[in-house]
């Protein structure tokens, strides 16, 4: 008798296999919830549940405590980020091309990612005390991601082959114009990734905040950003204006996503 061949599954289909427990897990808690979430931004109240359709958006955006929130949101992303990126970029830099010697601190980039958030608010709470602005917000905001940021552009420095920068110096380019026309370009990708992750981080600065200013509902008006305004609509049990809030930031954070994902195959070599 002939062996028979065992049936082989294709590459395909296993990968599927796999993914099929990632799936359902996001399909359950994140799709599904979601649904609902746009199904009660839709409607009057969970009582009735009769739809207003767009109605709950309209005074949620003429709402003057969402509008403070989104403003205090968009500055913390127009300041905080980009001061995120550059100081992780430059250090980066430095550990990379510059002193050796700084290479040995790599670790204490690290640490705010491991330390517990409450410890980090009330060190923050106690060497700020004094200080009545947004100023030690952007700071704990920067101190807390500055890490992961400094990983990935390190990471992507060291993918880079040297004999580019060996020709750049033979040719008589100066370190400035080395980073400026080449390192920075080739590394373009994970630095629009590094942005991307920073804006979606600074939508979930609350925990932080919350803490730092006591663990109080309403904290100075420089702060309120759009997780206070959504939690305090939980708190109430508002849940078309919580609703509307969530669809409404979910769809902003989506469009930079998708933005920054473009910008990013743009500059893929």
Not at 168 to 197: E, N, Q, V, W, Y
Not at 233 to 239: E, T
Request: glycine share 2%; proline share 4%.
């Amino acid at each position: 008798m002939k062996p028979t061949k065992k049936s082989r599954i294709p590459w395909n289909i296993k990968c599927l296999f796999c993914l099929v427990p990632s799936l359902v897990g996001i399909t359950i808690f994140f799709v599904i919830p979601y649904f609902r979430v746009l199904y009660y931004s839709l409607i009057d109240n969970q009582f009735r549940r009769n739809f207003v359709w767009l109605d709950n958006y309209v005074k949620t955006i003429q709402n003057e405590y969402f509008q403070l929130a989104f403003k205090n949101s968009l500055l913390l992303i127009l300041i905080a980020v980009p001061a995120l990126i550059l100081s992780s970029l430059s250090i980066s830099l430095m550990l990379s091309f510059g002193l050796k010697k700084l290479r040995v601190l790599r670790t204490a980039f690290v640490l705010p990612l491991v330390i517990p958030t409450a410890s980090a608010a009330l060190i923050w709470a106690t060497f700020f005390a004094n200080v009545d602005n947004v100023l030690p917000v952007y700071l704990l905001f920067i101190w807390k991601n500055i890490g992961i940021c400094i990983i990935l552009m390190t990471a992507a420095f060291t993918c880079i082959d040297d004999s580019v920068f060996e020709a750049a110096k033979l040719d008589g380019a100066k370190r400035f114009t080395i980073h400026r026309k080449i390192t920075i370009p080739l590394i373009m990708p994970t630095l629009i990734f590094s942005i991307l992750i920073s804006i979606v981080s600074s939508f979930k600065v609350f925990k932080e905040t919350y803490l730092y200013y006591g663990g109080t509902n309403y904290p100075p008006q420089y702060s309120y950003t759009l997780q206070y305004y959504m939690n305090n609509n939980f708190l109430k049990l508002d849940y078309q204006s919580l609703a509307a809030s969530a669809v409404f930031t979910s769809l902003l954070v989506f469009v930079i996503v998708i933005i920054g994902l473009l910008l990013q195959r743009r500059y893929t070599w």
